[in-house]
């Protein structure tokens, strides 16, 4: 899950230093119970539990504002550069769990990536499709069947 700083927040750091984040710092590395993050070139970490715990500081970000975000940051991106950012979206976000989306969503993303492939007929579209185990055709993209 992603998180951003909707106004500055003071915390004292494992070294007792006394840091101040500022509005706008994205939170979304998670490993271990820690948020991992940089911020003026200094690698940086949160408990989980300060996070998810001070809504008043910490807002959940939306994962289609996020993905337009990167998206809008490559302009300019070749076909095969996109379907590897979605692919890396999917990887990154979807399949670990941090960004919980729905199955309606999940196929209208995975139906953007098969209708691109058969309009270009390049094979990196495909990939979050393969990555996420669901099949495709020329009619559509289907999600695993559950035995």
């Known amino acids: 899950m992603a998180y951003e700083l909707v106004q500055d927040f003071q915390y004292i750091n494992d070294k007792k230093q006394i840091l101040t984040l500022p509005k706008g710092t994205k939170v979304d590395n998670e490993k271990e119970g820690f948020f991992i993050f940089k911020v003026r070139g200094k690698t940086l970490s949160l ?82 499709i393969k990555i996420l185990g669901w099949s495709y055709n020329e009619r559509g993209v289907y999600p695993p069947l559950v035995r």
């Open 47 to 128: 408990e989980k539990d300060l996070v998810t715990n001070n809504p008043e500081f910490f807002k959940k970000t939306d994962w289609v504002i996020d993905l337009a975000e990167i998206l809008k940051k490559n302009k300019k991106a070749t076909s095969p550069r996109l379907a590897k950012i979605v692919g890396d979206y999917v990887t990154d976000n979807v399949m670990k769990g941090q960004t919980l989306v729905s199955e309606q969503v999940l196929h209208t993303m995975l139906e953007a990536c098969r209708i691109q492939y058969y309009s270009i007929k390049d094979e990196s579209f495909l990939e979050p």
